[in-house]
């Protein structure tokens, strides 16, 4: 029974609204009208479970006019929020560079580029233009692959993990892979190495504990026809009381067993990061000239590149792999295989400095960094609310991505604390939802905006952005 006073009006009333008449020139009648089941759908849960309807409705006793206005403005909201792109751009100042949760890797200008041609154009994806026969799509970035790893052969699939699941199951299915204890990783977004590799179809033999697996671990366990899985640790660093079998160790244990030995190096290197003072990330070719036979890692993140999972390694292992059935299901589609193409090609300048964001990011001078941030102060300081105080201090960010766990990397922050205790909590969330939205670490009441990660185009909206939403929000009235 309906509760005097909160009688919602039918949906052709609804929908005979002047603010929702109007949104039919944005959105089709069938779609508007469905749109308008579901808001009445959830007003009338709302109504049911007899919570207090002041926060929501305003205060004042509850009627069907009330109700009527509400559900229009919800109806209009709604639309708002549909047309807008769910992948909204984000002003990315939280100090960290490959930040999973803002899509990692940037991509760089020629990837871009051949993004938008190959948008455009009809292209050549699976046919020899010279033999008019059906060719390959994955020929480019698997010769890219070979030439600048060493391998004898690559191949790329849409994720890391599609790459690691399509080795398993192919070459250990109903087989066993040996994998040590401290290397059953989970990663973010729910993602555990165990679950993974249980969907292959190979027993799983742990060996070792989590801070300790020496070379005898395997050894006690290894048969003909085993597969050695070695791991990447990525977003985590075991110190102190620690042991770990190197790859040349169980590239000659494997051989000496007739196994086979995979390594999944996770983010991936095919560039020399010391010279950034990183250190920790042995380079692709490295990893295969250590016995590996065949290396797994990921696109989008120290590769610079879009997602895609990426296998380098022996010929035959390699072959087996893309005549796999479930490859078509892990192939990669024209756009992705374009920006990838175009990435390793920097890879393969005479320079040998490819001119990717996240290099150009972490070259970034003390000097400029700190220019930037004075640039910041100055116009905040002109322009925030009475109250407000910044300044600019040294810090630290992360290259993220799983890369460099425990490596930061020197970088530049200004700090800005409000005139309230929680001032800078609701700043914070302004910026977040504002459009563009900003993404900031905050600590103790202080945001931290962190330049390594903001590009010098960034500044000018960031300041608009900071200065709006401390005279909306960032002060209590």
């Known amino acids: 029974m309906s509760h005097p006073g909160r009688e919602l009006p039918p949906l052709h009333e609804l929908l005979k609204r002047r603010a929702v008449r109007a949104l039919r020139r944005r959105l089709r009648s069938d779609l508007l009208t469905r749109l308008g089941r579901e808001v009445l759908a959830e007003e009338r849960a709302f109504l049911s479970r007899g919570k207090s309807t002041t926060r929501r409705y305003g205060p004042g006793p509850l009627n069907r006019a009330k109700l009527t206005r509400y559900l229009e403005e919800r109806l209009v ?174 590239a000659a244990l494997a051989r000496e067993r007739e196994a086979r030995l995979v390594f999944d190096a996770g983010s991936g290197c095919l560039y020399n990061f010391a010279k950034f003072g990183l250190k920790g990330e042995s380079t692709i070719d490295q990893a295969l000239s250590s016995g590996a036979q065949l290396v797994s890692f990921s696109g989008d993140k120290l590769l610079g590149g879009p997602q895609a999972g990426l296998i380098v390694g022996e010929a035959a292992l390699v072959s087996k792999l893309a005549k796999h059935p479930m490859m078509r299901a892990l192939r990669l589609d024209k756009l992705i295989l374009a920006a990838l193409e175009a990435t390793l090609k920097e890879y393969g300048r005479g320079s040998g ?41 040294k810090g630290e960010a992360a290259v993220g991505g799983g890369s460099f766990a425990q490596r930061p990397v020197d970088s530049i922050q200004l700090h800005l604390e409000g005139p309230e205790e929680t001032s800078a909590e609701r700043l914070h969330a302004r910026l977040r939802r504002g459009r563009p939205a900003v993404l900031t670490s905050i600590a103790q009441g202080v945001i931290r905006i962190d330049f390594r990660t903001l590009r010098e185009s960034d500044l000018t909206p960031l300041a608009d952005r900071i200065i709006f939403s401390s005279r909306e929000g960032g002060t209590s009235s």
Not at 375 to 381: G, I, M, P, S, T
């Open 77 to 250: 909201q709604e639309v708002d929020d549909l047309l807008q792109p769910q992948l909204q751009s984000v002003i990315n100042a939280s100090g960290v560079l490959l930040h999973t949760n803002l899509g990692r890797a940037r991509l760089g200008i020629a990837a871009r580029t051949e993004l938008a041609r190959v948008a455009e154009d009809p292209v050549a994806l699976e046919i020899e233009l010279e033999s008019g026969k059906r060719g390959s799509r994955n020929s480019a970035v698997s010769r890219w692959l070979q030439l600048l790893t060493g391998a004898e052969a690559g191949l790329a699939v849409n994720n890391g993990a599609g790459a690691l699941w399509l080795i398993v199951h192919a070459l250990a299915r109903g087989r066993r892979a040996i994998i040590s204890r401290g290397e059953q990783v989970a990663i973010g977004g729910s993602f555990r190495m165990p679950e993974l590799l249980r969907t292959t179809g190979a027993t799983i033999v742990e060996v070792g504990t989590t801070n300790k697996t020496g070379l005898a671990d395997y050894a006690k366990v290894l048969r003909a026809g085993d597969m050695i899985l070695k791991v990447h640790p990525s977003n985590y660093e075991v110190k102190g009381f620690t042991e770990e079998a190197s790859l040349e160790e169980l």
């Open 353 to 393: 400095a490819p001119e990717i964001p996240l290099l150009d990011a972490l070259r970034l001078s003390k000097t400029e960094l700190k220019r930037r941030a004075a640039r910041l102060e100055l116009e905040l300081k002109a322009a925030l609310p009475e109250g407000w105080k910044c300044k600019v201090v």
